[in-house]
């Protein structure tokens, strides 16, 4: 008997996807790891499976089925490129690898073009949900040609989580199109986990609530439009006591974020196609920020040792709990308004036909940012696929508008009481920036002109000026520069 998939790599989340693939009706699962005690450790801990296990690569692929299909759970690089190439000198026109760890999406796109020319189908696939998502039913956002999406589809479907009789995963597009995808999920995710810790952090410091406290606040909320993973296991983690002092977990783990590094990419890529990611960027700063120490040490002994007028407690409405729900909401429209942008911008830039309120259906369950509120993103590309920005869906503009003013002044009260809030903030500044009548990038453009001749357009006529500022003043009507 052949399998009809197998999995290269069986490191957590290999063995658990293998794991997955093979409690589903129909499939058998052909398995391979380099080092072959973690193969040999996977199918004895795990016989209900039915593994087909192979000591080296060419017993691998002489177990697979044709058109055969390989899914690689590698570490992400060179791993990913070396195992790629074994397979690839073994495998025949029109078999299917695919890629399902964390690629960047230029290196899916280069690997998919090389292996197209040899005749291979290469399908780099996005997959979140971390360990237990991978064994028990992922979000997953492949990409690829049409052709290894029909062959590949099924068994993507049996595995996936299930939102609302749906599986999540969808044909995102050609080539990088699903590692692109998982990139800015990732990047939302990082917004979304900042936006939730200035929550946390100004109901504490400034709104005097005690971790117990807190841990009810986001039960409470996530019974309701903030309800969301995120938010759930935020609970959990302020419910968690360290056995050793007794005290809440979050005030003894060192307050220093790490990264793997998708928010970097997501931001890096935002800033080479000019979309404001701000919400992004500052969720990637603030996790930079908490990891300098030796400035944190410096400037904390500076303001102390100073004379400065401290931040007074400002006065904290009764309504605070709920006013910083509400600002947390506003800044996460912002925060996923400007993902979704980011997503259309990528798809123009590479050519993939990206179906956003799918995309909004595919990480309803299963992944990192799944949450209630993604239901009104797929309602909304449902309603108007070419939506401008997600801030003018009818849904969204009432949401915010209805939480404006509180937003407005849980921004205040943060820089008021000195409580870092640059999630909050950049949001709300985003927000003003779109809705202004008349933004100062026109004193900006006047400088511009002023030091660099750059020109600038009118108001009132078509075309490009300059203004001869070392000499009469006087302006002049140019061709448009190319500055
Ligand atoms: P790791 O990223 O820790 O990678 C370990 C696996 O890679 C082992 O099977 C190892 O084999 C293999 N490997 C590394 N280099 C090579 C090589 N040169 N040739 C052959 N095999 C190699 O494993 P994870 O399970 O954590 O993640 C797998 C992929 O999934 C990664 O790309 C990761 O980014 C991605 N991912 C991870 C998530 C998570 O929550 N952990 C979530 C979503 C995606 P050996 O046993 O021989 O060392």
């Known amino acids: ?61 002489a177990t697979l089925a044709t058109p055969r299909t390989a899914i690689i759970m590698v570490q992400a690089g060179k791993g990913t490129d070396a195992v790629i190439e074994q397979l690839a000198e073994r495998f025949e ?11 960047n999406f230029n290196d899916t796109i280069r690997r998919e073009r090389e292996l197209r020319e040899r005749g291979l189908n290469f399908v780099g696939t996005g997959i979140s949900g971390g360990e237990e998502g991978a064994l028990n039913g992922p979000s997953i956002m492949p990409g690829g040609s049409p052709e290894a999406w029909t062959t590949l589809g099924p068994i993507l479907k049996s595995i996936a989580a299930v939102a609302e009789g749906e599986p999540c995963v969808t044909h995102v597009g050609t080539d990088g199109a699903g590692h692109f995808v998982k990139m800015v999920h990732n990047g939302i995710e990082y917004a979304d986990m900042q936006l939730i810790a200035e929550a946390y952090d100004l109901l504490r410091r400034v709104g005097g609530l005690s971790v117990e406290q807190l841990v009810d606040v986001f039960k409470d909320w996530n019974t309701g439009d903030l309800e969301s993973y995120l938010i759930e296991i935020s609970a959990e983690v302020l419910a968690q006591k360290d056995a050793e002092t ?38 990637v700063f603030a996790r930079a920020v908490s990891s300098k120490t030796a400035q944190r040490a410096a400037m ?12 007074a407690t400002p006065q904290v409405p009764d309504t605070f709990v ?58 909304a590309y449902a309603a108007e696929p070419d939506l401008e920005t997600l801030l003018v869906d009818p849904y969204f503009a009432d949401a915010v508008a209805s939480g404006e003013e509180t937003w407005r002044r849980v921004v205040g009260i943060a820089a008021a009481a000195g409580v870092p809030a640059p999630g909050f903030s950049s949001a709300l500044s985003y927000f003003d920036s779109l809705a202004a009548d ?46």
């Open 93 to 103: 026109p029109g078999d299917i690898i695919v890629d399902g760890g964390n690629a």
């Open 246 to 283: 007794g005290q809440p977990l979050v005030d003894v783990i060192l307050d220093e974020a790490g990264s793997k590094g998708t928010g970097v990419w997501t931001v890096q890529n935002a800033l080479g196609l000019g979309i404001p990611v701000s919400g992004i960027g500052e969720a």
């Open 1 to 61: 008997d052949r399998a009809n998939i197998g999995v290269v790599g069986l490191a957590v989340m290999g063995s658990n996807l293998a794991r997955n693939l093979a409690s589903r009706e129909g499939n058998t699962v052909a398995v391979y790891n380099r080092t072959y005690a973690r193969t040999e450790e996977l199918v004895t801990e795990h016989p209900e499976a039915g593994f087909i296990a192979s000591e080296t690569i060419d017993d691998f692929v």
């Open 300 to 311: 904390r002994a500076s303001v102390q040792g100073s004379t400065r007028a401290h931040p």
């Open 322 to 379: 709920d006013d910083v729900r509400a600002a947390l909401y506003a800044s996460k429209v912002v925060a996923y308004a400007q993902g979704f942008d980011l997503i259309v911008a990528g798809a123009k830039e590479y050519g993939w036909d990206i179906d956003l309120g799918a995309l909004a259906k595919i990480w309803r369950a299963g992944c990192i940012i799944r949450a209630r509120f993604l239901n009104r993103i797929v309602d």
């Open 438 to 483: 008349r933004l100062p990038a026109a004193l900006i453009q006047g400088q511009r002109d002023f030091f660099g001749a750059h020109t600038y357009k009118r108001v009132d006529k078509d075309g490009a000026f300059h203004t001869l500022w070392s000499g009469d003043r006087s302006e002049i009507s140019t061709t448009p520069s190319t500055h």
